[in-house]
């Protein structure tokens, strides 16, 4: 059997760094570019690091966790890591692209592999208008702010706001608002996974609002548009039991 060659990561939180050492001299270490596996060690913010690196050559990540919040990482062990790889399950993950628009006419480009998030930059709340391919579906929403989430990203910030956890291969979209004002009863809506959605900031000059894919900020946006990139796949391995739609299954049922 041919091993694998793996290349390290590891996230700044001091157990990660303390592990890194060790795994690297126990398994050997290439260069991400010359590496079979990507393995990723610290929290959910380490593995979409490395995930942002993989848009262009789409190398497997498998994780460890080292960090705070791990809902993407496998459990951390140094033992029968390539076993572990060689048993993996596969997750494939679709991005989504942002293409935001500043007050002074600069358009910005990002890929988000959780969520597209709009959020007020002042105490004012922010006001927008949603279309939905191309069909104006709210003329005015009041609110904090509002996001576009994958089925992968459901269950981090589009959980804690409110959203609905969508499962892995459901081809939908989560449009979710951070705490509506008008309307207040508003919760959201699910939208198939290839709709285009643009946002209008009403008043930006007056209202100001940050545009975020993931965590690649613009401020002082005036529209954002958000759809699905469908050219692009990055691949999550998980330990066998431990699926990624197994553990978004699991949260459904968490209190």
């Given at each position: 059997m041919t091993l694998p060659r793996l290349s390290f990561y590891a996230s700044k939180r001091p157990e990660a760094q303390a592990a890194l050492p060790d795994l690297r001299r126990r398994y050997g270490q290439v260069p991400e570019q010359d590496a079979d596996v990507i393995v990723a060690i610290g929290g959910d913010g380490a593995m979409l690091d490395?995930?942002?690196?993989?848009?262009?050559?789409?190398?497997?990540?498998?994780?460890?966790?080292?960090g705070t919040v791990g809902f993407?990482?496998?459990?951390?062990?140094?033992?029968?890591?390539?076993?572990r790889i060689d048993t993996a399950t596969k997750a494939t993950l679709v991005p989504?692209?942002?293409?935001?628009?500043?007050?002074?006419?600069?358009?910005?480009k990002g890929l988000a592999i959780n969520e597209v998030s709009l959020i007020r930059q002042t105490a004012q709340s922010a006001r927008l208008k949603i279309t939905v391919d191309g069909r104006v579906r709210m003329e005015e929403l009041?609110?904090?702010?509002?996001?576009?989430?994958?089925?992968?990203?459901?269950?981090?910030?589009?959980?804690?706001?409110?959203?609905?956890?969508?499962?892995?291969?459901?081809?939908?979209?989560?449009?979710?608002?951070?705490?509506?004002?008008?309307?207040?009863?508003?919760?959201?809506?699910?939208?198939?996974?290839?709709?285009?959605?643009?946002?209008?900031?009403i008043a930006p000059d007056r209202r100001p609002v940050a545009a975020a894919a993931d965590n690649q900020e613009v401020r002082d946006i005036v529209s954002v548009r958000v759809q699905e990139d469908s050219a692009q796949r990055l691949t999550m391995l998980f330990d066998p039991g431990h699926a990624l739609d197994e553990r978004i299954l699991r949260e459904q049922f968490a209190f």
């Open positions: 490395t995930l942002r690196r993989r848009f262009d050559d789409n190398k497997p990540v498998y994780g460890m966790h080292r993407l990482m496998n459990d951390y062990s140094e033992d029968d890591l390539i076993e989504l692209s942002m293409e935001a628009r500043d007050i002074k006419g600069k358009v910005h009041t609110c904090d702010g509002v996001m576009v989430a994958t089925p992968a990203g459901s269950t981090a910030y589009n959980l804690s706001a409110h959203g609905p956890i969508l499962p892995i291969g459901a081809n939908l979209l989560a449009l979710t608002p951070v705490s509506a004002f008008r309307p207040r009863r508003w919760k959201g809506a699910l939208l198939r996974h290839d709709a285009v959605v643009d946002i209008d900031v």
